[in-house]
């Protein structure tokens, strides 16, 4: 087993931590913050007090499991990487689009699939990537904050994109071992998304992965 870290920010981290825990080969995941310019920031903080802080969720991996590249093209697929400091109606630096980097094997892989991305979009990709800084866990309730709820995902793109996880692992060769539960959405119904959603992941789930996985290019 060769454990590593990743470190993102794509928004609001109780969703992203929901699409990451899914992907085999993922040992542990915590969500806090990070690249901001307090210590040990607490939630209040970094919404209201100007840290600098984003939302972040640092991802444990065996890498003779699953590869950065799949880590990436889950990253791309569950936010919108052309927005500014905000993900849909979630407006703030906390929740702007960032990769942070632990060597320069993670940094040359963010930066060519960041720039495979850019190739396929018309609006510029604002992802951020740099060395990652201190790490500062979140308080204990933001932990696995969906999955003690019952519910996989915030949003149906985000439970969509956790469902190309059967895809990824078809085109990467790193198939998950069992079958994820379908997700549960949000809302007074909480209504499974659709059994068309559950057969085949999202358009840009398919995409990210053609163009971050190296198994993918043919």
Same mark, same amino acid.
């Given at each position: 087993?060769?454990?590593?870290? /990743?470190?993102?920010?794509?928004?609001?981290?109780?969703?992203?931590?929901?699409?990451?825990?899914?992907?085999?080969?993922?040992?542990?995941?915590? $969500?806090?913050?990070?690249?901001?310019?307090?210590?040990?920031?607490?939630?209040?903080?970094?919404?209201?007090?100007?840290?600098?802080?984003?939302? $972040?969720?640092?991802?444990?991996?065996?890498?003779?499991?699953?590869?950065?590249?799949?880590?990436?093209? /889950?990253?791309?697929?569950?936010?919108?990487?052309?927005?500014?400091?905000?993900?849909?109606?979630?407006?703030?630096?906390?929740?702007?689009?960032?990769?942070?980097?632990?060597?320069?094997?993670?940094?040359?892989?963010?930066?060519?699939?960041?720039?495979? $991305?850019?190739?396929?979009?018309?609006?510029? $990709?604002?992802?951020?990537?740099?060395?990652?800084?201190?790490?500062?866990?979140?308080?204990?309730?933001?932990?696995?904050?969906?999955?003690?709820?019952?519910?996989?995902?915030?949003?149906?793109?985000?439970?969509?994109?956790?469902?190309?996880?059967?895809?990824?692992?078809?085109?990467?060769?790193?198939?998950?071992?069992?079958?994820?539960?379908?997700?549960?959405?949000?809302?007074?119904?909480?209504?499974?998304?659709?059994?068309?959603?559950?057969?085949?992941?999202?358009?840009?789930?398919?995409?990210?992965?053609?163009?971050?996985?190296?198994?993918? /290019?043919?």
């Amino acid at each position: 087993m060769k454990e590593q870290k /990743a470190l993102f920010g794509a928004g609001c981290f109780w969703g992203v931590e929901a699409a990451f825990r899914r992907l085999d080969g993922v040992s542990q995941t915590r $969500v806090g913050y990070a690249g901001g310019r307090t210590e040990n920031p607490s939630y209040q903080e970094v919404c209201y007090d100007g840290t600098g802080h984003a939302e $972040v969720v640092e991802v444990t991996y065996d890498a003779d499991a699953i590869p950065y590249e799949a880590l990436l093209a /889950a990253f791309w697929a569950e936010h919108d990487p052309t927005q500014l400091n905000r993900q849909g109606p979630d407006v703030g630096d906390q929740y702007r689009s960032a990769i942070f980097v632990y060597d320069e094997a993670q940094r040359r892989a963010a930066e060519a699939s960041r720039d495979r $991305v850019q190739a396929r979009l018309t609006r510029p $990709v604002v992802t951020q990537i740099e060395d990652a800084p201190a790490f500062w866990e979140a308080e204990d309730y933001h932990q696995r904050y969906l999955e003690k709820r019952g519910l996989a995902s915030c949003t149906a793109r985000l439970a969509a994109a956790s469902w190309g996880v059967l895809f990824l692992g078809q085109v990467c060769g790193h198939r998950p071992q069992t079958r994820p539960e379908p997700p549960c959405l949000p809302g007074p119904n909480r209504s499974r998304i659709s059994s068309r959603s559950r057969r085949r992941p999202s358009r840009a789930f398919r995409a990210a992965v053609r163009w971050t996985c190296p198994r993918s /290019a043919a």
